[in-house]
């Protein structure tokens, strides 16, 4: 008996098609849900682990080069605006004041919003005055007090401020700023 040779019967392929459409649109959701959870995790563990490596760049860098890295690196991160004041400091301390005061300023306008930005504003205005620049240093305090008013350090930049008009010889605008320290800041030691 001759048989021919029939292709294979398409029967069986849609009905393993139709078992896999049927299975999809039944679970449809939770593939979709799945999916977009899969792509959250991903995300969430790339992030945490960029982070945690800037983190530690931060803190491990031990010079101005180490920071300068950390800085370019992780640009806008946590880790790049505190290697920026770390940088400030060391700057500071190694006299090369203009490049600290850069570094203050740079700081102040890239991560404003950072909760240490009164601080820097506090430092930036202090170095200011010490290199004698009591106009920008006066600047710098009034902004800080105006713009910071809840801010921990406020109370010293008023004190700062009075401390400056006291050296100009402005000694009346001076005590009018310290003496309306207590009612500015009741409960305060400061």
Known sequence: MCTANHPPSDTAAPAALDTSEA???KNFKSV???AV???A????TGVVRYRTDAGAACTSAETVEELDAVISKHSGSQAAANALLAKAEQLWEKNQKDSSVAALQK???THGSHSLAPLAKLGLASKLDAMGEKAKAKSQYEELISQHADSDVTPLAEIRLGDL???EGKVEEAKAIYSSLPSKYPGTNQ
């Open 41 to 44: 995790v991903v995300i969430v």
């Open 37 to 39: 959870v899969l792509i």
């Open 107 to 109: 700081f102040l306008e």
């Open 32 to 34: 979709i849900v799945g």
């Open 23 to 25: 299975w999809l649109e």
């Open 165 to 167: 008009l006291w050296s």
